[in-house]
């Protein structure tokens, strides 16, 4: 019988066999629809501070970003070290005006985030796509993207900010 993926992994960083390894941790994503009642019960008794220590801390050491981001709260401050901390991650060489587009979600329109998501990077990994303030957006300009949240570009990161 083969030994299990997390006792290889013990014996090559050194731990005892009685330690459990701990997978790597992804990057914190706030997705209602997808996450599992146990994580909506964790989220609903934590206080905003754990929540944003607990992100912070998920973004620095993930070594890939993830796709779609939906980055939302009461704090602009935090919302914007948030913000930040995922464009440093998805760029970590900075950005350049080729791949980074932000709109306000005010003046944007589904067709412009569409174009913008699904153009490949120029000259890098990864593209970054910021939609600023969702809250003020008419969330039927957001049908252009519904085939995009379903099947998502591996080389482009959205982020999707909302002041709550």
């Known amino acids: 019988m083969p030994l299990p993926a997390g006792a290889e992994l013990g014996r090559q960083s050194g731990l ?3 330690q459990r390894p701990r997978a790597p941790p992804a990057p914190f994503m706030i997705r209602p ?3 599992s009642r146990r994580e909506q019960e964790i989220m609903a ?4 501070s754990d929540i ?3 992100f912070f801390t998920k973004v620095n050491r993930a070594k890939e970003p993830e796709m779609i981001y939906y980055l939302h709260g009461e704090e602009s401050y935090l919302l914007d070290h948030a913000v930040q901390a995922v464009i440093d991650l998805a760029a970590p060489d900075g950005l350049n005006d080729f791949n980074y587009d932000a709109f306000h979600a005010k003046d944007a329109s589904g067709d412009a985030l569409r174009a913008a998501v699904e153009t490949l990077p ?3 990994k990864r593209r970054i796509v910021l939609l600023r303030d969702l809250q003020v957006m008419d969330l039927k300009r957001l049908d252009a993207l519904e085939d995009y949240f379903t ?3 591996p080389t482009t990161c959205l982020i999707i900010h909302a002041m709550t």
């Open 45 to 48: 008794k934590s206080s905003p």
């Open 33 to 35: 629809a997808t996450s």
């Open 151 to 153: 099947n998502p570009s």
């Open 122 to 124: 120029f000259m890098c």
């Open 16 to 18: 005892r066999s009685r």
């Open 52 to 54: 944003a220590t607990q």
